[in-house]
């Protein structure tokens, strides 16, 4: 069996030995589609990995489950998977290192790390030997903090913002007026979307490109017939133009 079909599976065991009531080995294989003697050595592997795993009886049938008070939840009341998932998924987020959501991300995963019983680590370990996030084409977006946050106020206040950008064909940036309608995280990178001022157009913005930005205290309505999910299926892989019709011959 593959080595991350195996993790997964005892992924979900975790999950369902976090339960109050337990569950029976008869359950268990149920659940997870495998027969009781695969469920047995599951069982094994977490107990050798430091996992409270136990079992009592209740009328002549063993239930199984970790012991009461190991997954102690946090304030927001997340289960043990719950906190395991997202300290891994942190990874998920690599392209934006750099952006001052990636810090807060950084930060919450942290308080979160901080609540993993030192048992899950072991198990993260494991997972990450398994399942790997990778990303082409990081963007560095370490120099782009003051302008993130000021994009965002403007996003959320409703306020137009006066942006230095320069674009691939120009050699000098532009300084533009723009109400910006929607900060948007797609292919490895941040755009802005917003009405350009200077060309009077729906534009797209790569924000690494933007120098510098500034709000003003001048605030705009997004127009009622803008809507996002039909903008984002006129671009091609960020790229917009009047739709052609092609013929392609094998």
């Known amino acids: 069996m593959p080595r991350g079909d195996q993790l997964i599976r005892q992924w979900t065991l975790i999950r369902l030995?976090?339960?109050?009531?337990?569950?029976?080995?008869?359950?268990?294989?149920?659940?997870l589609g495998v027969t009781k003697r695969t469920v047995q050595r599951d069982l094994e592997v977490l107990s050798t990995a430091g996992f409270?795993?136990?079992?009592?009886?209740?009328?002549?049938?063993?239930?199984?489950?970790?012991m009461e008070g190991?997954?102690?939840?946090?304030?927001v009341a997340l289960t043990l998977t719950e906190q395991m998932a997202l300290y891994f998924s942190k990874g998920l987020f690599k392209p934006l290192q750099g952006a001052p959501m990636y810090e807060s991300l950084e930060s919450a995963m942290q308080k979160i790390g901080s609540q993993l019983p030192a048992q899950s680590f072991q198990f993260l370990r494991g997972l990450d030997q398994g399942i790997s996030v990778s990303s082409f084409g990081l963007k560095d977006y370490s120099h782009s903090k003051e302008v993130i946050e000021a994009l965002t106020r403007a996003v959320f206040q409703r306020l137009t913002a006066r942006i230095l950008h320069r674009a691939v064909r120009h050699k000098?940036?532009?300084?533009?007026?723009?109400?910006p309608y929607k900060l948007w995280y797609v292919?490895?990178?941040?755009?802005?979307?917003g009405h350009d001022h200077r060309e009077d157009a729906?534009?797209?913005?790569?924000?690494e490109r933007i120098q510098s930005a500034k709000l003003t205290n001048r605030r705009f309505e997004i127009p009622p017939d803008?809507?996002?999910?039909e903008f984002k299926k006129t671009?091609?892989?960020m790229i917009w133009g009047e739709p052609q019709e092609v013929k392609i011959r094998f």
């Open 70 to 75: 190991f997954h102690a939840e946090m304030p």
């Open 226 to 229: 803008f809507n996002f999910e």
């Open 52 to 66: 409270p795993v136990t079992s009592d009886m209740r009328n002549g049938t063993v239930f199984w489950h970790f």
């Open 172 to 179: 000098q940036a532009i300084e533009r007026e723009v109400n």
């Open 202 to 207: 729906l534009r797209t913005f790569a924000v």
């Open 187 to 193: 292919n490895n990178g941040l755009y802005l979307v």
């Open 17 to 31: 030995l976090t339960g109050r009531t337990g569950r029976t080995l008869a359950q268990l294989a149920s659940e």
């Open 235 to 237: 671009a091609f892989n």
